[in-house]
């Protein structure tokens, strides 16, 4: 079974950064796009990067762009965003989600992880 | 970017009842477009793609329609654990973008 299993969560002030991670496992990690997608806080779901499976494209949400940053390591099976100048609108369940065969949906996800910004 | 209305915001039925969710965009999408379920605490999952295939393991009740800019999920009849969040999401243009979802309660 397709695994997803994020790190790197935590509380942090405003301003600072963090970086999370997404282990993944029992698929060909190197052949699938990847995404990050967020909620906050009893809200609905926000798209915020995407990453190509070679790793050569990304695309932002325009709430992030600028900020974050993500990447991919393929010989580790790790997809990794970098959260620098975090705002308290940042605070958010943070999961990683494959993309698809053939379509940007996103067929598995993690299980998510909190990234709480606050003073 | 495109916007996504979901309707109605919380639909209160009662088990082995019809549900009908609908997500309108604001402009037209073709047909890419996905449903997921989600349950408190837990990540959303993947209903229907590209408006009317259902995603892996996905039981026979859950069914979607539409194209262009007016799209339906259709629960034929709902069972205890149907009741969840619904969200719509767009992949045709960047960014992706979800509806803001709809609530199905129990009544």
Redesign the interface.
Known sequence: QVQLVESGGGAVQPGRSLRLSCAASTFTFSTYGMHWVRQAPGKGLEWVAAISSGGSNEYYADSVKGRFTISRDNSKNTLSLELNSLTTEDTAVYYCARAASGGTYFDYWGQGTLVTVSS | ?IVLTQSPATLSLSPGERATLSCRTSQSISS?L?W?Q?KPGQ????LI??ASNR??GIPARFSGSGSGTDFTLTISSLEPEDFAVY?C?Q?TS????????TRLEIK
């Open positions: 970017e890419y996905a997921y989600q990540a959303p999952r993947l793609y590209d995603a892996t969200y999401q992949r960047w960014p992706i973008t979800f509806g803001q979802g």
